[in-house]
């Protein structure tokens, strides 16, 4: 293994470290956000514009932090969480939480793509159900067998497909100016307002995004050796090398103790494998982060803006079929069928996405393996059932992004505990600004889940 300080990396190479926060950008542009995002305009107008702002800054912060976990430390959060968790009950109860946070991702994004399918091709909704679910099949099979770089591609194609189809209306039928300033201020009108303030925040702020961001920096950035089997990451060796015995023999139910100079002993040796130093990957994971978010935060206000300028008021268009229709009519059958083109990128991307993050839950959180596609195939049941029951897809899309914003707690404080931490992270750790930026960022996340079950409990 080299060692000693990595050669200096030049823009080109730089360039082309970018990528894992494109990737799981992506869930930032999954049909629950369509669903929120168009849903806010057509009601409510200009009135949510600060909240999708302020859940990308925020996201961009959260990103940022589960990817520099990624990178420092070669470990995904459910792992570094797997290891800390020493009791088997909480581990358990953490997973469950998680997992039921990857399912409602999971009813968005197959719901997303059967809707688009259903306005494209007037394919029945369970049957689009079944065929976004084999599509996402495809793509994670094309993961597991060409690797994480040719999978970024993939889905970083279906992005751009994303962007265009929901961006392009807002240029024939532009927002009003006025109305877009007016709604940078932060305020709720009703009940109503709150519930999809959460939606968008739980659309935005994702918690599987959080988990899968981590993972696709650790697999990105593996050493060569290693890259092959990302869940057999270099830090077995470095233990190996450090501790007496074999840590391979450890089992799930006793997890690995470590000293606490693991971590900067690990970075070290990580930069050596890697060639290229930390510094220069965090630097490059900033840049991708920044892109990532700009183009997801644009879309999503795009969508937003969209609804608010041509939809506000008009009959039927808080849901996405209705939404579709109505553009159709406004602004012409073309806009309507980029945009339900664009929707159907989403779920594809977004679901393959989701089926990543909720296995690296799982094997981190249960050091249990179960094949991709076979965890695909269970995930399908839930939006299957209802697909099958008929349940209005606009409102299910709505209320999965809720129940995402009640998992975000879960996976954010979390994070921003174990980045702080100098055993974590060693000199990577978050600096004050950052650490107090990540504590308020999750104070008014709870806050908000705490009034919108309030709301709810009182039938407010």
């Excluded at 089997?229 to 470095?238: C, I, K, Q, Y």
């Excluded at 103790?257 to 002993?265: F, K, L, M």
């Excluded at 060639?275 to 490059?284: D, I, K, P, Q």
């Excluded at 999503?300 to 079929?321: F, K, M, Q, R, W």
């Amino acid at each position: 293994m080299p060692s000693g300080p990595a050669a200096p990396v030049s823009v080109p190479r730089l360039a082309w470290l970018i990528g894992p926060a494109l990737v799981a950008g992506v869930a930032y542009l999954d049909p629950g956000n369509v669903a929120s995002n168009m849903t806010a305009g057509a009601i409510y107008g200009y009135l949510l514009v600060w909240i999708v702002v302020l859940g990308n800054v925020m996201a961009w912060l959260i990103q940022y932090l589960s990817a520099k976990l990624g990178v420092v430390t070669g470990e995904s959060l459910p792992e570094v969480l797997g290891r800390r968790i020493r009791n088997r009950w909480a581990r358990r109860a953490y997973w469950i939480q998680a997992e039921l946070v990857a399912m409602a991702t999971d009813i968005a994004e197959v719901i997303g793509g059967a809707v688009a399918l259903n306005l494209l091709f007037q394919v029945p909704l369970l049957w689009g159900g079944l065929i976004t679910g084999a599509v996402s099949m495809g793509l994670l099979v094309l993961q597991s067998r060409r690797g994480p770089r040719t999978f970024e591609f993939v889905v970083i194609g279906l992005m751009v497909i994303i962007a265009i189809g929901f961006t392009v209306g807002v240029f024939v039928g532009p927002p009003d100016p006025a109305g877009v300033v007016g709604g940078l201020v932060p305020r709720f009108e009703d009940a109503g307002s709150v519930l999809l303030a959460a939606s968008i925040l739980g659309a935005t702020i994702m918690p599987h995004a959080i988990y899968a961001h981590s993972a696709l920096a650790r697999d990105r950035f593996a050493p060569a050796g290693t890259r092959a089997v990302p869940a057999t990451p270099l830090r077995w060796s470095l233990r190996a090398a450090s501790r007496p015995g074999n840590p391979q023999q450890a089992t799930s139910e006793q997890p690995l103790t470590e000293p606490a100079s693991r971590t900067s002993v690990t970075a070290k040796d990580l930069e050596g494998a890697r060639g290229v130093t930390t510094s220069r990957l965090l630097r490059a994971t900033r840049w991708d982060v920044s892109i990532a978010m700009i183009i997801a935060g644009t879309v999503n206000l795009c969508i937003l803006l969209l609804a608010a300028a041509n939809l506000a008021g008009v009959p039927g268009t808080d849901s996405l079929e209705g939404a579709y229709t109505a553009l159709a009519q406004t602004l012409g059958p073309a806009i309507a069928t980029m945009f339900a083109v664009g929707l159907l990128a989403s779920g594809l991307a977004s679901t393959s996405v989701g089926a990543y993050a909720g296995a690296e839950i799982m094997k981190g959180l249960l050091h249990v393996r179960v094949p991709l596609l076979a965890r695909r195939l269970v995930t399908l049941i839930p939006a299957l059932i209802i697909l099958g029951l008929g349940f209005d897809p606009t409102l299910a899309l709505v209320l999965s992004q809720v129940v995402l914003s009640f998992g975000i707690p879960f996976a954010l404080i979390p994070l921003v505990a174990l980045t702080a931490q100098e055993r974590t992270l060693g000199r990577f750790r978050n600096r004050l600004g950052t650490t107090v930026a990540g504590i308020l960022a999750s104070v008014f996340l709870i806050a908000l889940n705490g009034l919108l079950l309030w709301l709810v409990i009182t039938g407010a």
